[in-house]
């Protein structure tokens, strides 16, 4: 997974990390929280003036230097963040809070920011529209029948969800988006490789190269070209 985190991945971050900073966000020294194996802390350089990375997962970290140069990367929670009070100006987190204890994290959040900064949320599905046909959507149906997604395994966040909270941060701005971003096939099989379903599946003992191979011989073979994803940004600043 961590390896499949570092290349797999579709670069959709940088796409939305450029639509905060369009509304003034991410300057400074910004923080990426749950940064996995530094895709999402990538895509801050040359926004951010400073960029750290803290994730739970050692395997994860250990990749993020690779991935995201220049960076500085931690082994750490969002309950309990290793920096010091009012040392971060922005916190980003990419599809990470879903799985925080989220009184906590923002407890955490009021500790190391400094007030003119705040919490960039932000989160997309899996990209399974193809732009001009619905065989992917089809395909992406039969894929999570077979590998089913973990019960509750993460709690759903939207801007509405976010800014009802109240957790001493409210929502300043928010959009959703959809990004088309242009895959070839085989990249798609890898990036599935990597999505949540898989990992519960392998958790439950069914084979790697079992997946690989049934997505392999029953993904579209055709059309192969710009892959929709949709999802959300929300911008949360501390309540004075
Ligand atoms: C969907 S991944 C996103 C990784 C990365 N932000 C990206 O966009 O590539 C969610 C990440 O949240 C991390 N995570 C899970 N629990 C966490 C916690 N309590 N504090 C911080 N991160 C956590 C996971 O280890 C995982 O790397």
Redesign the pocket.
Known sequence: MSEG?AAA?PPV?RRVVDLMAQRGALTGVVL??????G??TKALDGIARKRIG????EA?VRLADGVSPGAAFAVG???ALPLRAASVVWITA???LN???LPAFFGEAARILNPAGGVAVYDFSPGKVMRGSDSLTKWFQQFIARYPWAPAEALALDPEILGQLGMGFGVESAERFAVGIELTRAFYVSYMMTESNVAYALRRGVYEAEIRNWIESTLPEDGWGEIVFEGYWAIMQMWN
Do not use: I, T
């Open positions: 985190y991945r971050h990426d929280v749950g940064c996995g194996s895709l999402s803290v994730e739970p997962a994860m929670r969002a309950e990419a599809g990470a799985y925080v204890d």
